[in-house]
């Protein structure tokens, strides 16, 4: 047989070979169609459509590595294959390779400029990457090109609502609907537009209309619980909690989410047990987990023991928490605690006996020693001590500001109030996603600071139009609100407090402020949104973690003028008691 000869019988072996490799793959039989890419692959390792779904096939298997390997050896032998590009994209995306990904995308464009999927994997790539702007470039080319490729507007549709579009995010995906009504992710996403919107019984609907496409979207249950949640229906949002963890019983956020709803309702046995899921929550873990050696207190004896307590959260989350600092020393014998350097002065005069740390990374040596038989993160520590409201300390203030700076603040604000009473005020939370809910626009509070009886001392942290704020305010209402600029709370944790310890009542919003002036046991009157937090529980003016606190509550959604309305009520009262 000559050369010709022996060439064409290995055409058609490898023809041969590549189709049953094709059949074995489309039937989903991955180990056979491996062996057949590769038998092709010995015979002739230029065969690019080998390499590439060889490729594929160790995608499927998980093995990212060699997929990403055999599909740039592909690309390497055939480097006008826009298909291989865009798929090489995928993995790279998949495996968190993002820049790779977009050089993988844009290629694969040069070559096939017209291809509306390869500019749909761009725009998701460019939005995980943050840059949304370019992502929505990219889905609007996909759309130019294609106009009915439906997975797209519910892709734009998402990054309009990053960008806080909104209503333009909500005709993204009615635009996704129309072509395709029974788009089931669609109604999910449109429904978490419209719950963000504050249109809650709309949103309610959306998920129930995902519901009736896929009783068994855990998703949409979770989320129609959130909603649930937010207006007030606690029972509903437990029942629909219940309903995803049928489906899916391994679903960590809808076990936490459960548990701020069982918190909210003062069922706080079953709630504090669900709330240790939040550790099986890849963000929170994410945000808030340290590593000690240490085993976990399981509730068991501490006596003669010693236990480590980390933080995790906000400050605001840690001083309320650190109220049982105090309970836990009627149990361990030594308490050793890790937190941030604002709060050490404050806590080291509070809780003498207790040996606290300064929280670095990494973590200071000695809090490593095995010496210490336990560690716990400090949200941990109500599922042993606080399974039901008779728990909770009945201390009005558990932390003790610096009696010299407390007393020369408060000669100082006596002076210039000129016998007025002294109040702290705080109206803003810069928190990332429920600040805005939260927050109270300053000039809704004018019937309050108007009181000729009142002195207003700003106890509003630091943000970035902050003094601007202040000046508008005061050159369209004439009405000043003091400024302490010897008072820095992000320098000096603890002149802060000595402040708010000087004042004879603390108006704020639910931010740290509220919780330091709880935690000192100063009269704190807290301005709550109507979503308020599981922390301020359900219809009801006090709160079981701080004795010398009032809540004000919305009684609709974004409604802070009834709730003004309330506390310029009581503030009469309060002057007239004073």
């Known amino acids: 047989m000559n050369s010709i000869d022996n060439l064409q019988s290995s055409q058609f072996d490898i023809s041969r070979l590549f189709e049953q490799a094709i059949q074995y793959h489309q039937a989903g039989q991955l180990e056979q169609a491996k062996v057949k890419y590769q038998e092709i692959l010995d015979m002739n390792p230029r065969h690019s459509d080998s390499s590439h779904l060889l490729g594929l096939v160790e995608y499927q298997n998980g093995n990212y590595a060699q997929a990403i390997s055999y599909i740039q050896q592909a690309v390497l032998v055939d480097p006008e294959q826009s298909v291989f590009l865009n798929n090489l994209g995928n993995i790279l995306k998949e495996t968190g390779?993002?820049?790779?990904?977009?050089q993988a995308y844009r290629k694969a464009l040069e070559i096939n400029p017209d291809d509306a999927e390869i500019h749909n994997n761009l725009g998701v790539t460019l939005k995980e990457m943050g840059q949304l702007d370019q992502s929505l470039q990219a889905y609007r080319k996909a759309l130019e090109i294609n106009p009915q490729y439906v997975e797209v507007y519910n892709n734009l549709g998402n990054v309009l609502k990053e960008m806080d579009q909104l209503d333009e995010s909500i005709h993204a995906y009615q635009q996704a609907l129309e072509i395709n009504p029974r788009y089931v992710e669609v109604y999910n996403n449109l429904g978490n537009v419209l719950k963000e919107m504050d249109r809650l019984d709309e949103s309610i609907h959306a998920y129930q209309q995902a519901l009736e496409i896929n009783p068994r979207y855990a998703s949409a249950y979770l989320n129609l619980g959130n909603t649930l949640d937010a207006k007030g229906e606690l029972d509903q949002a437990v029942h629909a909690y219940q309903q995803a963890l049928r489906i899916n019983p391994?679903?960590?956020?809808?076990?936490?989410?459960?548990?701020?709803?069982?918190?909210?309702?003062?069922?706080?046995?079953q709630g504090w047990k669900e709330y240790q899921w939040r550790w099986k929550c890849a963000k929170f873990v994410?945000?808030?987990m340290k590593e000690f050696p240490q085993p976990m207190w399981d509730g068991s004896s501490l006596d003669g023991k010693s236990i480590l307590i980390w933080p995790e959260q906000g400050m605001g989350d840690c001083i309320m928490f650190a109220s049982l600092l105090g309970k836990l020393q009627e149990y361990a014998q030594k308490i050793f605690?890790?937190?941030?350097?604002?709060?050490?002065?404050l806590l080291e005069r509070s809780f003498p006996t207790i040996h606290f740390h300064t929280a670095h990374i990494p973590p200071d040596p000695q809090l490593f020693s095995t010496a210490i038989d336990f560690q716990s993160p400090i949200a941990s520590l109500p599922q042993w001590f606080l399974t039901s409201e008779e728990g909770f300390p009945k201390c009005f203030a558990y932390l003790s500001a610096n009696d010299d700076i407390t007393q020369k603040c408060r000669h100082k604000y006596k002076k210039l109030a000129?016998?007025?009473?002294?109040?702290?005020?705080s109206w803003k939370s810069i928190n990332k996603s429920v600040g805005k809910q939260k927050s109270i626009p300053l000039e809704y509070l004018q019937p309050l600071l108007s009181s000729s009886e009142c002195f207003f001392i700003n106890l509003q942290y630091e943000y970035d139009d902050l003094a601007y704020e202040l000046d508008q305010f005061a050159n369209n209402t004439g009405i000043s609100i003091y400024c302490d600029t010897k008072i820095n709370p992000l320098e000096s944790f603890d002149d802060f407090a000595a402040q708010v310890a000087a004042l004879d009542l603390v108006i704020t919003i639910s931010n740290t402020t509220a919780h330091v002036a709880g935690a000192l046991g100063k009269p704190v009157w807290n301005l709550l949104h109507y979503e308020a937090d599981w922390r301020w529980l359900t219809n009801r003016s006090d709160t079981p973690w701080y004795p010398s606190m009032t809540l004000f509550r919305q009684s609709h959604q974004g409604d802070w003028g009834y709730v003004v309305q309330q506390v310029h009520s009581a503030l009469d009262g309060y002057k007239s008691a004073d």
């Not at 605690?337 to 709060?343: F, G, H, P, S």
């Not at 000129?418 to 005020?425: F, N, R, S």
Request: charged share 25%; net charge negative.
């Open 286 to 288: 994410a945000e808030n």
């Open 97 to 102: 390779q993002l820049d790779q990904s977009l």
């Open 337 to 345: 605690v890790e937190t941030e350097y604002r709060l050490l002065p």
């Open 250 to 269: 391994q679903y960590a956020e809808v076990h936490k989410n459960l548990s701020l709803s069982y918190l909210k309702q003062g069922n706080f046995k």
């Open 418 to 425: 000129e016998g007025k009473a002294l109040v702290g005020i």
